[in-house]
């Protein structure tokens, strides 16, 4: 079974352009998440998507950021304009069902510096 | 409100002892599960362990077992016979089981195991 891919697993860009995440999660997975992880802290939630309705993007900084999932599968995280704080790994999880035992399977990260 | 604290910044622990991260929670909801993932610096995520919070017996999976006490709110993973390979990233996380269930991660402990 493939895991959740993302892409690109680097990003450099300078503040004030704009950028964008993919992720595609685990065939069959219903709920995709973006987490935010700043270095030496923990992932922060910034979207939850059920299918492809947000369920949760209380802390999503709407004024620059925003996410979509087209078709309930694939999903972006667009970033415009960045700002140096923006700087982070961004890591796409997916979960099968919703009790409470479904682990989250997370992809390797996208890493983002904003300069 | 959630909350997650790992109060373990780092941790050195010689090879083949047992290692204990500490991880105490707070939460108003009466149903919830409690996750330990492993993070390598490579950057993945790995899922280590679940406990429910109505599980009866402490959850073990190979040489991980969660020390759950409920009452102290706290669920420390504890690491039997430490190989070098264990040297990651380690967070504790926590969601609900009912509504939104979004995982919220601790702040992490560095664990280092010295040969």
């Known amino acids: 079974e493939a895991g959740v891919a993302q892409s690109p697993r680097y990003k450099i860009i300078e503040k004030r352009q704009s950028v964008a995440f993919w992720c595609n999660p685990i065939?069959?997975?219903?709920?995709l998440y973006w987490y935010q992880q700043i270095l030496g802290q923990g992932p922060k939630l910034l979207i939850q998507?059920?299918?492809?309705?947000?369920?949760?993007d209380s802390q999503l900084p709407k004024d620059r950021f925003s996410a979509e999932r087209l078709k309930g599968v694939d999903s972006t995280l667009k970033i415009q304009p960045a700002k140096l704080e923006d700087s982070a790994v961004y890591l796409c999880?997916?979960?099968?069902?919703?009790?409470?035992?479904?682990?989250?399977?997370f992809g390797e990260g996208s890493r983002l510096t904003v300069l | 409100a959630q909350k997650i604290t790992q109060t373990q910044p780092g941790m050195f622990v010689q090879e083949k002892e047992a290692v204990t991260l500490d991880c105490t929670y707070d939460?108003?909801?009466?149903?919830?599960?409690l996750f330990w993932y492993k993070q390598p610096s490579s950057g993945e995520m790995i899922f280590l362990i679940y406990?429910?919070?109505?599980?009866?017996q402490n959850a073990t999976e190979g040489r991980y077992s969660l020390n759950f006490q409920k009452a102290r709110k706290s669920a420390n993973l504890v690491i039997s016979a430490s190989q070098l390979g264990d040297s990651a990233m380690y967070f504790c996380?926590?969601?609900?089981?009912?509504?939104?269930?979004?995982?919220?991660f601790g702040q992490g402990t560095r664990l280092t195991i010295n040969p």
């Open positions: 406990q429910g919070s109505y599980d009866e």
């Open positions: 939460t108003s909801d009466q149903s919830y599960g």
């Open positions: 996380a926590m969601r609900a089981i009912q509504g939104a269930q979004k995982l919220v």
């Open positions: 999880a997916s979960s099968s069902r919703r009790p409470n035992t479904g682990e989250l399977f």
């Open positions: 998507f059920q299918n492809n309705g947000v369920v949760d």
């Open positions: 065939s069959g997975h219903a709920t």
